[in-house]
T-cell receptor, first 114, second 117 residues
């Protein structure tokens, strides 16, 4: 069991640049979630995929953010024209759904926008 | 509006004693409640969960209690160990909406637990 993996672990970028993060969920999990965590806060929901379909998006996900999950396997989260307020930890989680539906998190990607 | 709140930013406990972490929520549509533990530079690790139709769930040293009328849950760790020192997050899962549960989690702000040897 390799768990959820995320790449890169750290990204430093200049304001205005585009960045893309990747998440590889646990292989048999059909549900995939993206969350964002800022200092001193709990993770906040961004978006949810069931297989390849993006079924829910938070209002936190502005039009500069886009997420995909082609073929229902790995997922990417892209942020265009980054702003300093985008600096945060971006967490990916996967689950099987159903009763309990525990979500298993990856190590996160720490984004710093300078 | 903060639907899940952990009002204690930190808790300090002696090794071997009980740690009690608290969480309050406002949304009665949540169907599951979960506790996660987080170390620095790592993602949250799932600890234990409880269905909204239960009032207690136990797993080894960890017990979660749910008081639906008070919209309050707590995590008890007995006995506490220095390795338990971490940030603990309470999370609540969205219940079914129109027959489909998307299952997104709403997290509290976290409580830093320090267990002293």
């Amino acid at each position: 069991d390799t768990g959820v993996s995320q790449n890169p672990r750290h990204k430093i970028t200049k304001r205005g640049q585009n960045v893309t993060f990747r998440c590889d969920p646990i292989s048999e999990h059909n549900r995939l979630y993206w969350y964002r965590q800022t200092l001193g806060q709990g993770p906040e929901f961004l978006t949810y995929f069931q297989n390849e379909a993006q079924l829910e998006k938070s209002r936190l996900l502005s039009d500069r953010f886009s997420a995909e999950r082609p073929k229902g396997s790995f997922s990417t989260l892209e942020i265009q024209r980054t702003e300093q307020g985008d600096s945060a930890m971006y967490l990916c989680a996967s689950s099987l759904g159903g009763a309990g539906g525990e979500q298993y998190f990856g190590p996160g990607t720490r984004l710093t926008v300078t | 509006d903060q639907q899940v709140k952990q009002n204690s930013p930190s808790l300090s406990v002696q090794e071997g004693r009980i740690s009690i972490l608290n969480c309050d929520y406002t949304n009665s549509m949540f169907d599951y409640f979960l506790w996660y533990k987080k170390y620095p530079a790592e993602g949250p690790t799932f600890l234990i969960s409880i269905s909204s139709i239960k009032d207690k769930n136990e797993d080894g040293r960890f017990t979660v209690f749910l008081n639906k009328s008070a919209k309050h849950l707590s995590l008890h760790i007995v006995p506490s160990q220095p390795g338990d020192s971490a940030v603990y997050f309470c999370a609540a899962r969205d219940g079914y909406a129109g027959g489909t549960s998307y299952g997104k989690l709403t997290f509290g702000q976290g409580t830093i637990l320090t267990v002293h040897p």
